[in-house]
C-alpha cells in the first residue's frame, strides 16, 4: 500500500492576500457543503433542475459560489452539468446503483482489510469501538434512522481516512459521495439499521484480532446488504 507523505504545517502568518483567498476558498466549501446535503438529504431530488438563481435563494450564498460548488459536484457524480440546460442532480438508473456498490464492497473490503492487517490498529480501534457504540444505541430507536446513517458516513470515513492507500482514500471519497443518498435509503428501517449494525461489530472484532481475511468478507458483506436494501426500495417505488 502507498502512502502520502505528512504535511508540515507552516508558523509564519500568512500574508492579507493568502488570508482573503482563504476565506473565499472557505466561503465555496460552505457552499458545497450545504449544496451536498441538500442533495443527499433529498431536498433537491433526482433530475430536478439546479437553477443557480432559485438554488443562491434556497442556500443564501452567491451565484459565483452557487456555481463553482456545482462545478466540483459534478466531479463528485451527484451534479450533472448540459449544454443549454444547466445543472441537474443526477439520477442513477438501477443498474447504475448495483454498479457502484459493487465495486464499493470490493473497495471497503480492501481498506478494511488493510486497516485489520495495520499494526498501528489499536491507535484506532478505540475511536472504531466508540462509534459502533453509537449506532448500536441509534439502531434500537426508530426514530433515529437519518442520524444512523450519518453515523455511518462518518465511520467509513474515519476508515478511509486510516487506509495506509492514497489511491484508495480518494476514490471511496468519491463512491461515498454517490451512494449517500442511496445508502440513507438502505438504512431506512429498523430491521436493516440493526442488521447493519451486526456487520459493524464483526467489523470491530476483526479488527482487534487482526483478521484480515474476516475484515474484508464482513465489509463485502454489509455494503451488498446496504446495495440490496437500496435496489428493493427504489423497485418499489418504481412500481416494480
Not at 438508473?93 to 464499493?104: G, N, Q
Not at 451512494?179 to 438504512?187: D, F, I, K, M
Request: net charge positive; charged share 35%; hydrophobic share 35%.
Amino acid at each position: 500500500m502507498d502512502s502520502s507523505a505528512p504535511r508540515t504545517p507552516s508558523s509564519r502568518r500568512a500574508p492579507p492576500t493568502e488570508r482573503l483567498r482563504s476565506g473565499a476558498n472557505t466561503l465555496r466549501q460552505k457552499t458545497l457543503v450545504k449544496l451536498r446535503e441538500a442533495i443527499v438529504t433529498g431536498r433537491f431530488k433526482p433530475d430536478e433542475r439546479l437553477v443557480e438563481r432559485d438554488v443562491c435563494a434556497k442556500t443564501g450564498v452567491s451565484r459565483s459560489s452557487v456555481r463553482e460548488a456545482l462545478r466540483l459536484l459534478e466531479k463528485d457524480g451527484l451534479v450533472t452539468i448540459l449544454a443549454r440546460r444547466g445543472a441537474q442532480v443526477t439520477k442513477l438508473t438501477i443498474p447504475e446503483v448495483k454498479e457502484i456498490f459493487d465495486i464499493r464492497a470490493a473497495l471497503n473490503g480492501l481498506r478494511d482489510r488493510d486497516i485489520a492487517e495495520d499494526p498501528r490498529r489499536h491507535e484506532l480501534l478505540p475511536a472504531i469501538e466508540a462509534t459502533v457504540k453509537q449506532l448500536a444505541v441509534q439502531a434500537r430507536d426508530t426514530a433515529r434512522g437519518d442520524e444512523y446513517a450519518e453515523t455511518v458516513y462518518r465511520l467509513n470515513s474515519l476508515l478511509n481516512s486510516a487506509t495506509r492507500s492514497a489511491r484508495l482514500r480518494s476514490i471511496l471519497g468519491a463512491l461515498a459521495q454517490q451512494t449517500l443518498r442511496y445508502s440513507r435509503l438502505g438504512l431506512s428501517s429498523e430491521q436493516r439499521r440493526r442488521q447493519s449494525v451486526r456487520h459493524w461489530q464483526e467489523l470491530v472484532r476483526a479488527i482487534r484480532d487482526g483478521d484480515g481475511e474476516s475484515a474484508q468478507r464482513t465489509a463485502e458483506r454489509r455494503v451488498r446488504d446496504s446495495r440490496d436494501a437500496a435496489i428493493k426500495k427504489l423497485e418499489e417505488a418504481a412500481g416494480l
